[in-house]
């Protein structure tokens, strides 16, 4: 079984420019999450998605946005980058019961690094 | 979400079990207690999850004190592959996706 899938890789972006990081779920997982993992700072919770739409947002600014899309791969964007921006950008994906109530796990891909110049 | 608190780091020898604690002293009864690692540049792996009773998986197993207030995740023969930061996550069912990362333990298995 394929696990999660996060392209690309690596990504090298200029400050004032804007990034789109895609992510592919496990088959079956209707379920996808973002988070940020800065030097330094730790995992940090970015968004939840769910059968389309967006049911949960951590503490980040309205420039970091995405979307699910019907087949479930979700895509995150970062506008108008920053320096403070650069870090590994991780999706993962679950299982989900009624809607926001879940013991599924997450499980991860191994993220998108994003260093901004 | 109860706050966990764990150990910086631990050593542990190959072939060894490693015995990987965790305090939520706060945890309440919708919660259930994650455990995931990360190697080196690689995302957080899943390990095993449990509520109140003790769980085994294929990786791991998972005890839980009866009061909840603690947890020990046990790696049955630790290998180098294990080293790796261990992350212990109390998370409610209604928490609406967010996981909350603490440092964990970083654990080096050594030859």
């Known amino acids: 079984e394929a696990g999660v899938t996060q392209s690309p890789t690596h990504l090298i972006k200029t400050s004032g420019h804007q990034a789109t990081l895609r992510c592919s779920p496990i088959s079956g997982h209707t379920s996808v999450y973002w988070y940020q993992q800065a030097l330094g700072l730790g995992l940090q919770f970015l968004l939840w998605?769910?059968?389309?739409?967006?049911?949960n947002r951590g503490n980040f600014p309205p420039r970091f946005s995405g979307r699910q899309f019907p087949n479930y791969s979700s895509e995150l964007n970062v506008n108008a980058l920053e320096l403070e921006d650069s870090a590994l950008y991780l999706c993962?994906?679950?299982?989900?019961?009624?809607?926001?109530?879940?013991?599924?796990?997450?499980?991860f891909g191994d993220g998108t690094r994003l260093s901004i110049l | 979400d109860a706050k966990t608190t764990q150990p910086p780091s631990m050593d542990c020898a190959e072939g060894r079990a490693a015995n990987l604690p965790c305090n939520h002293s706060?945890?309440?009864?919708?919660?259930?207690v994650y455990w995931y690692r990360q190697i080196h540049s690689q995302g957080p792996q899943y390990i095993i999850h449990g509520l109140k009773n003790n769980e085994t998986n294929e990786m791991a197993s998972l005890i839980i004190t009866e009061d909840r207030k603690s947890s020990t995740l046990i790696l049955p023969h630790a290998t180098l592959r294990d080293t790796a930061v261990y992350y212990c996550i109390v998370r409610a069912t209604d928490s609406w996706g967010k996981l909350q990362f603490g440092a964990g333990t970083q654990v080096v298995v050594t030859p």
């Open positions: 706060t945890i309440s009864g919708n919660e259930y």
């Open positions: 993962a994906s679950s299982l989900v019961g009624t809607a926001g109530y879940s013991n599924q796990p997450q499980h």
């Open positions: 998605y769910d059968e389309g739409e967006e049911r």
